[in-house]
């Protein structure tokens, strides 16, 4: 019996890809350096940003001051400007993501949530109208630990008082996600329903695991 499911957020739940993109290309032009000075430093820093080790506000900082071009004007305009983008991204996923959620709440199955995500977007995620479906939200720059290490997911369990094998993992299968829901024991359901709107990454249905075309296809499972 289904209790739980467990939730992927970014190319998920909501995509990065639907509104105006603000990524290390746009910062690093906004910063007035090259791509290959600013990846040099920021590459870097993903797991320390991911894991709460940095915020975004320090890293950027930190390469505005490694290459002795620090401003006060420089280092608002790229903090807001992430900020603003991050937070349009929750006002830019698909008009079926909600009832879905709705839905498993009405049947009485909890929903978790663990996504890898740095300060700005724990920020934006804790400020949608999303973030009130989640009876047990784990965030990685929260807690300390990322995907695919199964401590994250342990610590949904926990927190969500139910075996793995009574619990759904949902995901578009980054961070090797899929893969370790299945290790622990939960039952991964990839999300393909963002892939025709991700125009960055080569990622493709994994036919070793279930795919949903559509949102509402999760509720088959339960």
Not at 160 to 189: N, R, T
Request: proline share 3%; net charge negative; with cysteine.
């Amino acid at each position: 019996m289904v209790k739980a499911v467990v939730f992927d957020m970014f190319e998920t739940l909501v995509s990065l890809y639907r509104t105006e993109l603000y990524f290390g290309e746009h910062m690093c032009n906004d910063m007035g350096l090259t791509e290959e000075e600013f990846r040099k430093y920021w590459d870097t820093t993903d797991d320390d940003r991911s894991t709460g080790v940095k915020t975004f506000e320090d890293t950027i900082k930190e390469i505005l001051e490694i290459y002795n071009i620090f401003s006060e004007e420089t280092y608002e305009k790229v903090v807001r400007k992430r900020y603003e983008s991050r937070r349009k991204v929750f006002e830019c996923y698909r008009d079926d993501i909600k009832p879905m959620l709705q839905a498993i709440r009405d049947r009485g199955v909890k929903v978790a949530l663990i996504s890898n995500c740095f300060s700005e977007e724990a920020q934006a995620i804790k400020g949608s109208d999303l973030f009130e479906y989640f009876d047990v939200p784990v965030l990685s720059f929260d807690e300390g630990v990322m995907k695919p290490d199964l401590a994250i997911y342990r610590l949904a369990l926990e927190r969500l008082g139910v075996e793995a094998s009574e619990c759904l993992y949902v995901g578009d299968g980054g961070s090797h996600e899929l893969q370790a829901a299945q290790e622990i024991g939960m039952k991964p359901l990839q999300a393909l329903w963002y892939f025709s709107d991700n125009i960055r990454t080569s990622r493709r249905p994994m036919p070793e695991f279930i795919g949903l075309k559509e949102p509402a296809d999760v509720l088959k499972y339960l």
